[in-house]
């Protein structure tokens, strides 16, 4: 399989609960992202990776937890989240940290907090 | 500071007819700049991207954009839409390579038969 697959395709999980989406890509890429699309909003950069060591975290909640261990892989582990964080989460992933080719997304999971 | 925007929230088209989708920025200088599309239910497809050199930039699916420096702009067009072009579209830029890259909010485009 190629490209950026994120799994799964969509989450419904209570306040109380922990669940993780995951990322993989078979590009060869070395950097890896997290973003958020909420509606009516434009997207949120949550954090990156390069080379599977974290370079950015954008002012993210605790309750959001990557994880990176490797470069074709990456987590998002969540816990008790509140029912704004419902949003599609969307992994991207770029050959170098410098994303001048852009990134390739993953189709992204839809979270929903209840 | 830095951002992008496009004006135009939601446009429809007929298909066949010329599109244009507008895209405006505010950068001290000539930014990375970006266009993607965005299918219901998928993640953002990469169209073209402007580094520099000529400012008319061919992308993938029949798409182009043109850099106009004096008008801080990069303007997404197509001679001719398809159906299947009805998605939410996305400007980016960024300052440098290193710098964060900035979405606008998006234009969603509908095309009638």
């Known amino acids: 399989e190629t490209g950026v697959t994120q799994t799964p395709r969509h989450l419904v999980m209570g306040m109380t609960n922990k669940k993780s989406l995951k990322c993989e890509q078979h590009l060869g890429h070395n950097a890896m992202y997290w973003y958020k699309q909420s509606a009516k909003k434009p997207l949120e950069l949550m954090f990156v990776y390069n080379f599977k060591e974290q370079t950015e975290n954008n002012s993210v909640p605790s309750r959001f937890s990557p994880e990176c261990p490797n470069s074709s892989h990456l987590f998002l582990h969540l816990h008790t989240l509140q029912p704004e964080d419902s949003a599609l989460y969307l992994c991207a992933s770029s050959p170098d940290r410098t994303a001048n080719y852009g990134y390739t997304f993953g189709s992204g999971t839809r979270l929903t907090v209840v | 500071a830095q951002s992008v925007t496009q004006p135009d929230i939601h446009i429809t088209v007929s298909e066949g007819a010329s599109l244009e989708l507008r895209c405006n920025y505010s950068?001290?200088?000539?930014?990375?700049l970006f266009w993607y599309v965005q299918s219901p239910g998928q993640g953002l497809q990469l169209l073209l991207k402007?580094?520099?050199?000529?400012?008319l930039v061919q992308g993938i699916k029949g798409f182009e954009a043109e850099f106009k420096r004096s008008q801080s702009s990069f303007n997404l067009r197509k001679p001719s839409v398809h159906w299947s072009d009805a998605a939410e579209y996305f400007c980016?830029?960024?300052?440098?390579?290193?710098?964060?890259?900035?979405f606008g909010p998006g234009t969603s485009l509908s095309v009638i038969p």
């Open positions: 402007y580094f520099s050199g000529d400012t």
């Open positions: 950068y001290g200088a000539t930014p990375y």
């Open positions: 980016a830029a960024r300052a440098t390579s290193y710098d964060k890259v900035i």
